[in-house]
């Protein structure tokens, strides 16, 4: 894997959203690259900010009620200053995107092969042969055992896996350099999830794509991503290679997500619970370490005033330095786990 | 003797068609399940979407009309109205569940919610009512000045410890929870799971714990049944399901969890598709000729799986000389 | 899906059959007869007697009901009172009159209602989406019979553009001119009928368009990078438009019972005022046979919706 051959550079986006008239950030400052032939997954909870941030890629916010700022460099060119036009030249056919839920995001009144081929309709100057042939192709290439029948067939006589393999079809149809996933298993059973997972893994290698893989699943990241970004309201707090993030966190935040998911070897244990709730868009600190409330048992002087991302080494990041001396309050004094 | 004892429980939905609209075939949702809910124990119902947990679910509650079979409580079939009744059995068995903002009226504040149970079926003054609403908002972990707002104004895991909250206001024996948790983000269902959990410690009181999440039905529960297609393909301990896995289809599911070990993850993938590998190819092994699962036949005297008894010892066998 | 057609109109035979028979003691138990009136009021009471007793007017009600609907299976609907000529004649001349106002009106009403609907949605929240809604406000608000008075005084009075009566000038020539005449008549009460239908569909495609919008599967169409107006027209419009086409069914048959109106005001003959003036005159064989008409045309109608959905919109089947 060569480590300059990244396509993508977000640098210092953020995103806001108008909410009765005032801006509020939804992102802040977030700094991103991805490579070729990498999965990165960006992992946080619900109203963290990870879903805007993919929507912002796509440029897919009314301008009327979302104020961007920053750069999205993709192969040369700045997404963000693009009008509606030119960036439909990217949309579909450089960048596809994968839904979180497979039914909603289906047109209910058309069939699969309209849907599939209505991309290359706008992105290449196939006949309507050479279009049908890809169809199949790529029905084929997700998974679909029956191809010709699943093309004639509706989204909601589809099973909720054959609708996701559809998605995926629309979103690889033009070989995209970069395939954005917005929990595209999390509708999904656990079986059905593994085929996806599985699907996207083989279509990344094939077309030598980048993936952005957004989740609140940690499961899901360990088993598919190669680097992971971690967010907590609005930034990223920690940054770095799945192995480096599993086998080492740093950031508060991080270890605590880890530390309340059900562990095999302590059934019987009360899971870790982080204390409070994830601010709300008009209520996020805006100064300071965004996680230290939820921490209220660090001293003030560990944290940063103006949080930076800290360099470890090997492209591990972190935010803030309150990671050196953290302890969870129940471990203080005792056995580090 | 059991808390509650469901036999050859069978839920079938008539499918019309023809000119006249007679009834021509049926789903059958659940297909003649028996399992036994111990007092003060939590017992995990696993299956993938479409397996016919939560029609099972509802039917131990009682929302749901029962073809054939029966559920005990009590000495009586609780499937029967009259019985319900009688036994005040919905006041013994409550639920929660998935979707906490569907199943909370919008319209009525968090006060009335909670306290709705209490006066269906206990008399109280509006004093001791207000009382026992507070202890319960206090057991969850929320504050009094929760009493007067309305739903829409909770997170997601605030409304569903309210469910939780009015489920254990009549201090039920038994809780149905049809997937209490999965709508929920990581920390906050940490949260829900150890107010349970708590709740049982304090209370007593037995789960039907019913899930498609692995990781967390092995967190919760003590004994465990896994059910494919409105039938149970295995049921046994903890220990039996989680660590000594028979059916295939129990394998499958289990070698589908994602892992969180970074290290071993191309092992673990490699192990996942050699399981699916069998359970494609060996179909006519593992279920009947219709495609559905056989009848349970016990291994061991916790553990059952749905297989011929030879099948099931060849396999017994095949996974003693791999361990040895 | 022609089983359940089928299945659908045989389960309308008893309903037609509990609606005549609900219509006809209605009309019965209306005070007066259809004589009294109609004939020189100093008409000998024993003739009038002998009309009543000829008619089987002082027959049992069911007798009276039997009568009746032996003669509509042989397709008599009976002799009008007044007007001394077969119900079946009358109706129908009456009822092409309708029928044409009708579909002008329709016609009109979606030329109007789709282009405002959709681009009242597409700008949601700016002026044009604040006019129509305006508009379609004032238009709810007042009720359509006021509507048309103040139409027919100001084009048909004031202005003196449109007449004021009839179906076609007595002058007319058979042929183009009589068409034409005829175009001139139905011109203005069908444009105050489409002005107020459009309310409606104007209202409910706004609401469709602009669900549609928001949809995820609009997003997904976005992000294939299908340019915007294409956006509007291959999906959201389609989408939305789709409920609109099964609201036709209803729509129509709405059109005929408010022709009441339209054809009082505008003394149009047609099957609305025929009605309003069999009422007056109990004139009941004419009253029996329009309201069954209206009845079945109802129940044609929301089978019609419920055919249309099932043929446009894939996720309804029937069987």
């Known amino acids: ?337 | 003797m059991s808390l509650i004892e469901i036999k050859n429980l069978e839920v079938h939905y008539p499918i019309r068609s023809g000119f006249w609209n007679r009834v021509t075939d049926s789903v059958k949702a659940v297909d003649g399940i028996s399992f036994n809910i111990e007092a003060g124990e939590t017992y995990g119902l696993v299956g993938e979407s479409g397996s016919g947990k939560s029609t099972t679910g509802k039917s131990v509650v009682g929302l749901e009309k029962v073809t054939s079979g029966s559920i005990m409580y009590q000495g009586k079939d609780i499937t029967k109205k009259k019985n319900r009744e009688a036994l005040d059995y919905n006041h013994d068995v409550q639920m929660i569940f998935q979707d906490s903002l569907s199943s909370l009226n919008p319209r009525k504040r968090i006060e009335d919610i909670i306290a709705e149970p209490l006066r269906n079926f206990e008399h109280l003054s509006k004093d001791e009512e207000k009382l026992r609403v507070l202890q319960l908002l206090d057991i969850v972990g929320l504050d009094a000045d929760a009493l007067y707002k309305y739903p829409h104004q909770f997170s997601g895991g605030q409304r569903q410890r309210i469910g939780v909250a009015r489920a254990v206001a009549t201090n039920p024996k038994l809780i149905i929870a049809d997937e209490p948790v999965s709508a929920l983000d990581l920390s906050v269902q940490a949260q829900v799971l150890n107010f349970m959990k708590k709740i049982q410690r304090e209370f007593g009181i037995s789960y039907l714990f019913i899930s498609h999440d692995l990781g967390v039905v092995r967190h919760m529960c003590n004994n465990i049944a896994i059910m494919n297609r409105g039938r149970l393909v295995e049921i046994g301990t903890r220990d039996d399901i989680y660590n000594h896995p028979i059916h295939i289809y129990t394998k499958r599911l289990l070698a589908a969890i994602p892992e969180t070990n970074v290290n071993s993850r191309a092992e673990h993938r490699a192990s996942r598709l050699a399981v699916e590998e069998i359970y494609q190819k060996q179909q006519d092994k593992y279920y009947d000729k219709d495609g559905l699962a056989y009848p349970l036949v016990p291994i061991s005297p916790t553990h059952s799986v749905a297989l011929p008894q030879d099948v099931a010892q060849e396999i017994i066998k095949q996974e003693g000389e791999v361990q040895a | 899906m022609w089983k359940t057609v089928l299945r659908r109109i045989m389960i309308m035979i008893p309903e037609v059959i509990i609606l005549s028979l609900l219509v006809f003691l209605l009309a019965k138990a209306m005070p007066g007869d259809p004589f009294t009136g109609s004939i020189n009021p100093k008409a000998d009471p024993a003739q009038l007697h002998h009309l009543m007793e000829m008619n089987g007017l002082y027959d049992p009600w069911y007798q009276q009901y039997w009568n009746w609907v032996v003669h509509l299976f042989h397709g008599n609907l009976g002799n009008s009172y007044q007007y001394q000529e077969p119900v079946a004649r009358l109706i129908s001349s009456r009822a092409v009159n309708t029928l044409w106002l009708a579909l002008f009106t329709t016609v009109l009403t979606y030329c109007f209602a789709l282009p405002m609907g959709m681009y009242a949605a597409k700008h949601e929240g700016k002026l044009p989406d604040t006019i129509i809604r305006f508009y379609t406000y004032i238009t709810y608000s007042i009720p359509f019979f006021v509507i048309l008075v103040i139409g027919i005084w100001i084009f048909g009075y004031v202005l003196g553009w449109f007449p004021t009566t009839g179906s076609i000038s007595s002058t007319a020539n058979p042929g183009i001119s009589s068409a034409g005449s005829r175009l001139y008549h139905i011109l203005l009460p069908g444009i105050m009928g489409a002005l107020f239908g459009t309310v409606n569909v104007v209202q409910y495609l706004r609401s469709e368009v602009i669900d549609a919008k928001r949809s995820d599967y609009v997003r997904t169409a976005r992000s294939k990078g299908v340019p915007e107006a294409d956006v509007y027209k291959h999906h959201i419009f389609r989408n939305s438009l789709l409920p609109i086409a099964a609201f036709a069914g209803y729509s129509i048959t709405g059109l005929l019972n408010g022709s009441i109106f339209t054809e009082t005001i505008f003394s149009y003959p047609g099957m609305g005022l025929l009605f309003i003036n069999s009422i007056n005159y109990r004139d009941y064989t004419v009253i029996t046979a329009l309201v069954l008409i209206y009845g079945i045309l109802n129940l044609l109608g929301t089978l019609l919706s419920d055919i249309i959905l099932s043929i446009v919109d894939p996720r309804i089947r029937i069987e």
Request: a negative charge.
């Open chain 1, 1 to 337: 894997m060569e480590t300059t051959s990244n396509f993508l550079n977000i640098k210092d986006v953020s995103t806001a959203f108008k909410i009765n008239g005032k801006y509020y950030d939804a992102i802040s400052h977030v700094n991103l690259e991805v490579n070729h032939d990498e999965i990165l997954a960006i992992v946080g909870e619900s109203g963290c900010g990870k879903s805007t941030l993919a929507t912002t890629i796509m440029g897919l916010h009314n301008p009327a009620e979302t104020k961007i700022t920053g750069t999205v460099d993709f192969e040369g060119t700045d997404l963000l200053k693009l009008d509606e036009k030119g960036y439909n030249k990217f949309r579909g056919s450089k960048i596809g995107m994968i839904f979180q839920d497979p039914l909603s995001a289906l047109n209910p009144l058309k069939r699969v092969e309209a849907q599939i081929s209505e991309v290359m309709d706008y992105h290449t100057d196939f006949t309507a042969e050479q279009k049908h042939d890809r169809v199949m192709e790529l029905l084929d290439q997700v998974g679909i055992d029956n191809p010709k029948r699943t093309a004639r067939q509706f989204p909601h006589e589809l099973s909720g896996g054959m609708r996701q393999r559809v998605i995926i079809a629309i979103a690889i149809a033009c070989k995209p350099d970069l395939i954005i996933a917005d929990e595209p298993t999390t509708a999904l059973d656990v079986t059905i999830q593994a085929q996806i997972l599985d699907v996207l893994r083989d279509i990344q290698k094939e077309n030598h794509a980048g993936i952005i893989l957004i989740t609140h699943d940690l499961g899901v990241v360990a088993e598919t991503a190669d680097r992971v970004a971690v967010m907590y309201a609005g930034q990223i707090v920690e940054e770095g290679s799945a192995e480096q993030i599993f086998n080492s966190p740093k950031h508060p935040y991080t270890r605590s997500l880890l530390r309340s998911m059900p562990q095999i070897d302590k059934q019987d244990d009360d899971l870790y619970v982080i204390q409070g709730n994830v601010p709300s868009l008009q209520k996020m600190p805006t100064t300071g370490d965004r996680f230290a409330p939820r921490t209220p048992w660090v001293p003030a002087s560990e944290h940063e005033a103006d949080p930076k991302m800290h360099d470890l080494g090997d492209g591990h990041e972190v935010r803030c330095t309150c990671y050196k001396n953290f302890e969870f309050p129940d471990q203080q004094g005792g056995v580090k786990s």
